[in-house]
């Protein structure tokens, strides 16, 4: 029979039709033919100083989720199945490139989503244009309470901020007896604004500061300050460190036999390379963490996937890879019942409870306040959460003499 024969449907074809509909549906890739790819841009820093984290906490897991949700037809858009298409150049580490580049993805070429850049300084530039633009913005390593004071609708923080993290961290200290701490910390946002909250936190604590010092970006050496340090022996050292000052305080620390009771050090103690640096010296560090593949069975899930895709060589950290895959998870479900209205998305974040594979995430505004402050250190070879005891994957032990 020639297909010309009968232009306009028979009423059998029609009912063939309808009967056939559900099992279409069943095939989400029927329906992905149809529709386009969901474009989502970023910029991410593949060169330049804030590679190393970029490249751990963050660019792998935005691969690692497109690649999964395609696998499985696609993401699912209010109950359609469409492909991500992924959008993303190198920021080179400069907060200009950073802000033109999400400026053009959100303003000329219309993305669908745009996930974030890495680092509180290029998130508190970019954050504002997000917002104007009407973009929702779920950053997963920018830790700063300026962030959260601007009040950007559109603008959510994954990490714990300051003053819980240091809230915590101090809690521990007092805990265990801890009468005096030295103390390190980057002359930037970051730095400044822990340091702040330290010292709120430590204020009728009965821990005393015995001595404190700032150091700008890009420190080559840190070994003057911290033989002045060893001198008045302080029961802890706190370092508000970024991952390469993370590793010159430790290693330099070592050299000269600066070996308080309590050692913590920031950004990047969770990392695999501090323990590939430090190597046996890593035990009883204690630094910025919050999770494990012992956190949950989804914690788990995430991390033997993520090991199975970079290997063996490329873990996720223990604090900001666990924020960035929460907040891919966040967004993932507020697209299924939103779609890509990105008003209703924004509406969907702020105004739920979310399970995520670091527990339970609930924003105040801009902060996550789900989230309680915690403290990690190694442990013969993993980042175990160790405060609070209602999060902890291990018990808080002494710290050994470098090794």
Excluded at 143 to 168: G, T, V, W
Excluded at 307 to 322: I, L, Q
Aim: one cysteine or more.
């Amino acid at each position: 029979m020639s297909e010309h024969r009968h232009p306009h449907p028979t009423r059998r074809a029609l009912i063939q039709a309808a009967a056939a509909a559900p099992a279409a549906l069943a095939f989400p890739s029927l329906l992905r033919a149809q529709a386009a790819p969901v474009r989502i841009g970023y910029t991410m820093a593949r060169t330049g100083p804030w590679t190393t984290g970029a490249q751990v906490s963050q660019e792998p897991n935005y691969l690692l989720w497109a690649e999964q949700q395609n696998a499985a037809g696609g993401l699912n858009v209010k109950g359609t199945k469409r492909n991500i298409e992924l959008i993303s150049s190198d920021d080179r580490s400069d907060i200009e490139t950073c802000v033109r580049t999400y400026e053009k993805l959100m303003g000329s070429d219309k993305v669908d989503l745009i996930l974030p850049p890495w680092g509180s300084n290029a998130n508190f530039a970019v954050a504002p244009l997000a917002n104007r633009f009407g973009y929702p913005f779920l950053a997963p390593t920018a830790l700063s309470r300026r962030l959260a004071e601007m009040k950007l609708p559109y603008f959510f923080l994954l990490l714990q901020q300051p003053k819980p993290m240091m809230d915590a961290l101090v809690a521990m200290l007092k805990e265990n007896g801890a009468k005096s701490v030295a103390v390190i910390y980057v002359d930037d946002l970051f730095g400044l604004e822990n340091y702040a909250a330290l010292k709120v936190a430590l204020a009728g604590s009965g821990i005393n500061i015995v001595e404190d010092k700032s150091y700008p970006l890009g420190v080559k050496d840190l070994s003057p300050v911290l033989r002045s340090m060893k001198d008045k022996n302080p029961d802890a050292f706190v370092g508000l460190t970024y991952p390469p000052d993370t590793i010159l305080a430790s290693r330099q620390s070592k050299e000269i036999g600066f070996n308080p009771k309590y050692f913590y050090a920031s950004v990047g103690t969770a990392f695999q390379l501090y323990r590939n640096v430090m190597q046996a010296g890593a035990e009883g560090v204690l630094g910025m963490g919050s999770w494990n593949s012992k956190t949950s069975p989804a914690a788990k899930a995430y991390y033997d996937a993520h090991v199975k895709k970079f290997g063996a060589a490329k873990e996720p950290d223990r604090w900001a890879s666990g924020a960035t895959w929460a907040g891919l998870e966040i967004l993932t479900a507020a697209v299924a019942k939103a779609g890509l209205d990105r008003k209703a998305i924004r509406d969907y974040v702020a105004g739920t409870e979310h399970n995520t594979i670091i527990g339970k995430i609930k924003f105040s505004g801009s902060e996550n306040v789900g989230t309680p402050g915690t403290v990690g250190q190694w442990q013969k070879g993993e980042f175990e959460v160790v405060w609070p005891k209602a999060n902890a994957t291990s018990s808080l032990i002494a710290k050994p003499a470098w090794v």
